[in-house]
């Protein structure tokens, strides 16, 4: 059996609520398809005086509930069909959070660690400037995606600003608190995943602490969800990044990791016994989280995977024929949409806050997320229980179910 493409993966997940749901087969045909791509080329003078001129993408995929929002993607392996399925997930991410946005996502094809700071910076102004006329605070607002950063954010919004003539904090999130970033953006995610399996865990009437858990990626996402869910007293047995893989049954030290990955920007500095980097994902834990990227567990690993339950931190990290493979091995997958949708909840605080220009307290940002987190989650685990469905399938009819909702009363323009 062959896999489906990142594209393919996303539509067959949406054909399958769009069924349950028995959506209007013209709704269907609208949410089947990105309402718009664009493809630039982006020439940059390399620091040897060379020019080289790299592809970049946005793509927005829907924006019936308001200006799109999603991340952008410095990756070697981004393609324009990756971009549509990201922004697809975004858009059901935004409505199943009930936030005022349709859903985006932008990549160039790079590999950054090959890049110095300023030729990352050329590259990210000349990509600002070749995108702009898709940007703005009321139509597009990105945030950082994997390789990218805080720093990333404050060059697209000096671009931006500098191009329009005035400074302009609302056009991107996830920037530095002295932009107007918001408190508590940095860890918003793997915030918003501690928040998640602790509800899970509520909802089975188990008990989290002494919970095992493995985590692929300690970047923004994995280092986050490590560090709050040890503090909640689970142990992170085993955790992986590009560099490879370390395991303690008793629980790796969490702080001391996070330390080596700001010195040295890998794990594998820090002491501890190595493993393969795929051995990652079939430990035998309680709770697995992939936290680095797409199509991780698949038709290969699925079989062999021994967690009890899976959290995607990450974005698709499982694909469709995994995802059958785990239902009739009874092991639970807690999607994406909820489970990583932190971030975007607090880059949705950090946009307000940036429009009134009125700065919050993290305790006050991390009261809402939790709120939406709780509430988002209870909606899934309900609709889940309603109609007998993964919880996956009940994420994405809460969502779509808003999203019909939000076409009935617009209407079709013209
Ligand atoms: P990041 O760049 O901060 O971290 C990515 C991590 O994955 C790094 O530790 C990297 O070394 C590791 N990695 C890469 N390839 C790997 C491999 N083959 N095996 C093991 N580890 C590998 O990125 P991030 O922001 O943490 O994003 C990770 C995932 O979470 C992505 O799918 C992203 O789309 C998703 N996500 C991020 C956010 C956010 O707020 N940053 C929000 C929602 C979803």
Not at 76 to 99: F, H, I, Q, Y
Not at 117 to 128: A, F, G, Q, S, V
Not at 328 to 338: T, Y
Request: glycine share 8%.
């Amino acid at each position: 059996m062959i896999e489906d493409s990142l594209a393919r993966k996303a539509k067959k997940q949406l054909y399958k609520a769009a069924k349950e749901m028995d959506m209007d087969s013209n709704l269907l045909k609208i949410l089947e398809k990105p309402m718009r791509i664009l493809k630039v080329s982006i020439p940059i003078k390399l620091d040897n005086g060379k020019i080289k001129v790299f592809t970049g993408f946005r793509c927005q995929y829907n924006n019936a509930k308001g200006p799109t929002k999603g991340g952008v993607r410095y990756h070697p392996e981004v393609t324009e069909e990756e971009m549509v399925a990201l922004a697809a997930w975004m858009t059901w991410k935004c409505s199943l959070l009930d936030l005022p946005y349709g859903g985006a996502k932008g990549g160039i094809i790079c590999d950054p660690r090959k890049l110095s700071e300023n030729e990352l910076e050329r590259l990210t102004r000349r990509y600002t400037s070749e995108i702009m006329p898709l940007l703005g605070p009321h139509i597009d607002i990105p945030a950082p995606d994997v390789y990218t950063t805080s720093k990333t954010m404050a060059w697209i919004m000096d671009t931006f600003s500098m191009m329009k003539g005035y400074t302009e904090p609302s056009i991107v999130t996830g920037k530095p608190e002295i932009l107007g970033g918001s408190k508590g953006r940095k860890e918003a995610t793997g915030r918003g995943v501690s928040i998640i399996a602790r509800e899970f865990f509520k909802a089975k009437k188990k008990n989290l602490k002494g919970a095992k858990i493995a985590i692929q990626g300690f970047g923004n996402v994995g280092g986050h969800a490590a560090l709050f869910l040890s503090q909640m007293g689970a142990k992170i047995v085993a955790t992986s990044d590009i560099s490879g893989a370390l395991v303690d049954p008793n629980g790796l030290d969490v702080p001391g990791l996070i330390d080596c990955v700001e010195k040295h920007a890998c794990i594998i500095k820090h002491p501890g016994k190595q493993i393969d980097r795929e051995e990652l994902l079939l430990q035998d834990v309680d709770i697995l989280i992939p936290s680095a990227l797409e199509n991780q567990i698949h038709l290969k690993n699925a079989n062999k995977i021994k967690a009890k339950v899976i959290i995607e931190g990450a974005n698709g990290p499982t694909t469709p024929e995994a995802d059958e493979i785990l239902e009739q091995k009874g092991i639970e997958v807690i999607p994406d949409i909820l489970a990583n949708a932190g971030g975007v909840v607090v880059s949705h605080l950090e946009w307000v806050q940036a429009l009134s220009g009125l700065f919050w307290e993290e305790d006050q940002v991390n009261k809402e997320l939790e709120r939406k987190m709780v509430k988002a989650f209870k909606e899934v685990w309900e609709k889940s229980v309603q109609k007998t469905v993964s919880l996956r399938c009940a994420a994405y009819l809460v969502a779509l179910e808003r999203i019909s909702e939000v076409y009935r009363f617009r209407g079709m323009f013209p």
